[in-house]
């Protein structure tokens, strides 16, 4: 098959889950013996690094990336609540990309058109006028959830409010959206259900991400007995979360385990992490490589407070044999039984009781690790999870 995959983020290199989770796609697609073409937005936040990507990577998928420029505008945000649109997909569309999009559609006939993300569904228009391709949505989370749980975590009311408005025209959106694809993808089973909630009548298949496992190798040697948090620090989510973390559970944390220290890492770090000073965090910023930073602690906590989707850094860490203590909003679409392969904490009170319960029972926390180790290996391996998506393809062909 031959299939143009449309990006809202470089997927390479990958820097962040999403880009993980596109490149793995495109990675699995080509080994299986496909054809992927690659057509990406980059933006201010996720700049396109050619001079970083290998020649045999560029010439296989023909990459080209053009610049959107997505940063929030007053006046634009302000019009559409006159016009009514969703301001946060339309700052996805550009002329140049579509311009970009239409010559090579009038260039080369594609049998998938796959688009990563609800952000590059405004290209539908154009999609439909040059090519006969089956256009599939690749689902990696539902936005408008997202918004509504910040919304209702917001105190501010006018704040809040807008968060409403905001969420309310996405789901608006996303209703209307599905109905123009040919199939969606989705990443989680609880998406699945949401997107069967909503009436979708469109061919559903729910496929996690997965992962190369022959990368994702934890040392002999024991990590260092730590706390860490790993994840783009630009994403909403993950700053309400930490913020969360360090103001309601670090300090008792920090009472009961003084010595003990939390490791923050992650891209766009902002200041009011950087400089702060909570005792014994550090913060660490971008690290070269997460695979070598997560196989040098043990205690892998995500406290996401509003999400959808999958965590891919969940599953990394599992995959390398890491304890995850997360919400149950932050561990959506894995399935894991608590506490055999992760620990599920909601309060502060429950974080702490996990954090004491690995720290004071290693024998347990190590077995804890290798069972994590192993539903990676029985369902988040890249390998069986593009064949499904191949078999999903093919279906809709026939």
């Not at 992927?36 to 080209?64: A, G, P």
């Not at 049998?111 to 006028?129: K, Q």
């Not at 997560?294 to 860490?317: C, D, H, T, W």
């Not at 044999?321 to 909003?329: F, G, L, Q």
């Given at each position: 098959?031959?299939i143009?995959q449309l990006?809202h983020k470089p997927?390479?290199?990958p820097?962040?889950?999403?880009c993980?989770?596109m490149?793995n796609i495109?990675?699995?697609?080509?080994?299986a013996?496909?054809?992927?073409?690659?057509?990406?937005?980059?933006?201010?936040?996720?700049?396109?690094?050619?001079?970083?990507l290998?020649k045999?990577?560029?010439?296989?998928?023909?990459?080209?990336g053009v610049?959107?420029?997505?940063?929030?505008?007053l006046?634009d945000?302000f019009?559409s609540?006159?016009?009514q649109?969703s301001y946060?997909?339309?700052?996805f569309?550009s002329a140049?990309?579509?311009?970009?999009?239409?010559q090579?559609l009038?260039?080369?006939?594609?049998?998938?058109?796959?688009?990563?993300?609800?952000?590059m569904?405004?290209y539908?228009?154009?999609?439909?006028?040059?090519?006969?391709?089956?256009?599939?949505l690749?689902?990696?989370n539902l936005?408008?959830i997202?918004?509504?749980?910040v919304?209702q975590g917001?105190?501010?009311?006018a704040?809040?409010a807008?968060?409403k408005?905001?969420?309310?025209k996405?789901?608006?959106?996303?209703l209307?959206?599905?109905?123009?694809?040919?199939?969606?993808?989705?990443?989680?089973?609880?998406?699945?259900?949401?997107?069967?909630?909503?009436?979708?009548k469109k061919?559903l298949?729910?496929i996690p991400?997965g992962?190369d496992?022959?990368k994702y190798?934890a040392?002999?040697e024991?990590?260092?007995a730590?706390?860490?948090?790993?994840?783009?620090?630009?994403?909403?989510p993950?700053?309400e979360?930490?913020?969360?973390f360090?103001?309601?559970?670090?300090p008792?944390?920090?009472?009961?385990?003084?010595?003990?220290?939390f490791?923050?890492?992650?891209?766009?770090?902002p200041?009011?992490?950087t400089?702060?000073?909570?005792?014994?965090?550090?913060?660490?910023?971008?690290?070269p490589?997460a695979?070598?930073?997560?196989?040098?602690?043990?205690?892998m906590v995500?406290?996401?407070?509003?999400?959808?989707g999958?965590r891919?850094?969940?599953?990394?860490?599992?995959?390398?044999?890491?304890n995850?203590?997360?919400?149950?909003i932050?561990?959506?679409?894995i399935?894991?039984?608590?506490?055999?392969?992760?620990?599920?904490?909601?309060?502060?009170?429950?974080?702490?009781?996990?954090?004491?319960?690995?720290?004071?029972?290693?024998?347990?926390?190590?077995e804890q690790?290798?069972?994590?180790?192993?539903?990676?290996?029985?369902r988040f391996?890249?390998k069986?999870l593009?064949?499904?998506?191949?078999?999903?393809?093919?279906?809709l062909?026939?």
């Amino acid at each position: 098959m031959k299939i143009l995959q449309l990006c809202h983020k470089p997927p390479a290199p990958p820097k962040d889950g999403g880009c993980i989770a596109m490149n793995n796609i495109t990675a699995g697609l080509m080994q299986a013996g496909h054809e992927v073409r690659l057509l990406t937005i980059y933006t201010h936040k996720h700049d396109f690094e050619l001079e970083n990507l290998s020649k045999k990577y560029i010439e296989s998928t023909k990459i080209q990336g053009v610049h959107v420029d997505t940063r929030v505008n007053l006046v634009d945000a302000f019009s559409s609540l006159i016009t009514q649109d969703s301001y946060n997909i339309s700052r996805f569309f550009s002329a140049d990309f579509d311009i970009k999009l239409s010559q090579i559609l009038k260039k080369e006939n594609f049998d998938i058109i796959h688009l990563e993300s609800l952000f590059m569904t405004p290209y539908i228009a154009t999609i439909r006028r040059f090519s006969e391709a089956k256009v599939v949505l690749r689902s990696h989370n539902l936005e408008y959830i997202i918004w509504e749980r910040v919304a209702q975590g917001t105190k501010n009311p006018a704040k809040r409010a807008y968060l409403k408005y905001l969420s309310k025209k996405l789901k608006d959106y996303e209703l209307d959206v599905i109905t123009q694809m040919d199939g969606i993808a989705s990443i989680s089973k609880e998406d699945a259900e949401n997107y069967r909630s909503l009436g979708l009548k469109k061919p559903l298949v729910n496929i996690p991400f997965g992962i190369d496992l022959e990368k994702y190798q934890a040392p002999d040697e024991a990590p260092e007995a730590a706390l860490f948090h790993l994840g783009a620090m630009d994403w909403r989510p993950n700053i309400e979360g930490v913020l969360w973390f360090l103001d309601e559970v670090w300090p008792k944390v920090h009472h009961a385990h003084p010595k003990l220290k939390f490791y923050l890492a992650g891209r766009h770090m902002p200041k009011e992490l950087t400089e702060s000073d909570y005792p014994n965090v550090e913060i660490i910023g971008e690290v070269p490589s997460a695979i070598d930073f997560m196989n040098s602690k043990q205690i892998m906590v995500v406290p996401l407070l509003s999400a959808g989707g999958i965590r891919v850094k969940i599953i990394e860490g599992m995959a390398l044999k890491k304890n995850v203590i997360s919400t149950s909003i932050g561990a959506e679409g894995i399935n894991a039984q608590n506490p055999h392969d992760l620990h599920l904490a909601e309060s502060p009170e429950d974080f702490v009781q996990a954090i004491n319960h690995l720290l004071q029972n290693p024998d347990a926390a190590k077995e804890q690790g290798l069972a994590a180790r192993k539903i990676v290996e029985e369902r988040f391996d890249n390998k069986v999870l593009t064949q499904q998506l191949v078999d999903f393809y093919k279906d809709l062909l026939s």
